[in-house]
């Protein structure tokens, strides 16, 4: 017997609801990147592996798919490089290519790459998906969407308001209030680790600091204890254990423990302006929090850091994310170009729309009428009136085969299918058409003008 085909872990097949609801998400993020003045571009699926390699970052580089060579890619590995069984050393010689992990690395290639092309400040957004080989597990996959928007070439701090204002309104018109955007800021988690005592430490800092809603307390300290950080160090961060009140309070009490980082108060700075901001100008539904745990990309990301959550109530990651990258082209030889970027996770925004049940009930409307099928020259009539609606814009199709009624009601009724046509050698003679209500089971006879009518 034959084995059952199947698809690789981490991947999905959508069936034809599935397609239209993730359609309905992604056309209302498009309008409103549109709305917010984004271009959009496309880049390839598979890039360079030295564009990719070593800009995510040790464990991001470990999540990256390389593309075996074409034809004999073994042959530039000699046989000491096999007996070497480094990792480091042979994959550069049989993968010069690597999906794409996420779309903000391609951007920075792209805008090196036609810079002379390119009108700065440069607004794009970007919806492609992107592959990493991680653990598939509940809201993350090893193939997925991201739908970015970035701004380069602007070094303003109302482009991160304006940021804040995208996600709200693509939240508050998918229905989904409640959300938060949590913010942080690269300076403020330098000057932590510099108050500390811990500049070198600074990843490991903040990788243990963004554990502490997991984990707890004492296993953060546990945890930055192994990674070398003094007991001094550690007691100067209880002030962080405690942090309440509003963004207001939470400014207040970071500016009394960073009083000595200059690059602290300067973060501490930032996020006052954006804050005092996005109070004038105010949020449809979602709420903006300052959250000093937020360590999310720091391997490019210098000032703002950006994370969105679902509602209270709705267990999943974070559904949205980004930040500011004052060199982020740097990487690829142009210097000083500042940016400022966000993303949208798709498939998860996916799963919670789903369990809050907001998605609309239209939004899988496929066929609306469905001509039965009674022989040749009944079905060419039909497919006379079916050509006609499609010109007006109405769903309709013909069954194909002249099978028994009961099949082609049960067709209907399987694909949900609200409306049939019934048109036999009575309805052909008379020139009228009888529309069935699937829901109803009321039937009537009607012209064409009126069939149309009904249906549009």
Sequence with gaps: MAQKPSIPKGTRDFNSEDVAKRSYIMETIKEQFQVYGFQPIETPS?????TLMGKYGDEGDRLIFKILNSGDYLKKVSDEDYKTKSESLITPKVSEKALRYDLTVPFARYVVQ??????????????????RADRPQKGRFREFYQCDADVVGS??????????????????????DGVTIKINNRKILSGIAEVIGAQDKLIDFTVALDKLDKIGEEKVKDEMRGKGISEEG?????????????????????????SSSEIGLKGIEELEFINTAISNLKLKTATLQL?????????????????VSAPEGVSMGS????????????????KDMSGVGVSFGLDRIYLVLEALGLFPDTIADSTKVLFINFGEKEAMACLQAVTKLRQDDVKAELYPDAAKMKKQMNYANRRNIPFVVLVGEEELNSGVFT??????????????????????
């Design 234 to 258: 550690i007691s100067k961060l209880q002030p962080l254990f405690t942090l309440k009140g509003d963004f207001g309070n939470q400014i207040e009490s970071l500016k009394s423990m960073l």
């Design 435 to 456: 529309l069935k209500n699937m829901t109803s089971g009321e039937q009537h006879k009607v012209e064409f003008s009126e069939l149309l009518k009904l249906l549009k």
């Design 319 to 334: 559904i949205g994310g980004g930040g500011r990258y004052d060199d982020l082209t740097g990487i690829f030889g142009l």
């Design 291 to 307: 959250d000093v745990t937020l360590a999310r990309g720091l391997n490019y990301y210098t000032g703002a850091i950006f994370e």
């Design 155 to 176: 070094k303003s701090l109302f482009q991160e308001v304006e940021f804040i204002q995208l996600y709200d309104a693509v939240f508050s018109a998918l229905k989904l």
């Design 46 to 50: 598979f890039e360079n592996s030295d």
């Design 114 to 131: 036609h810079q002379n092309d390119i009108e700065f400040p440069f607004k794009r957004y970007q919806m492609q998906p992107v592959w």
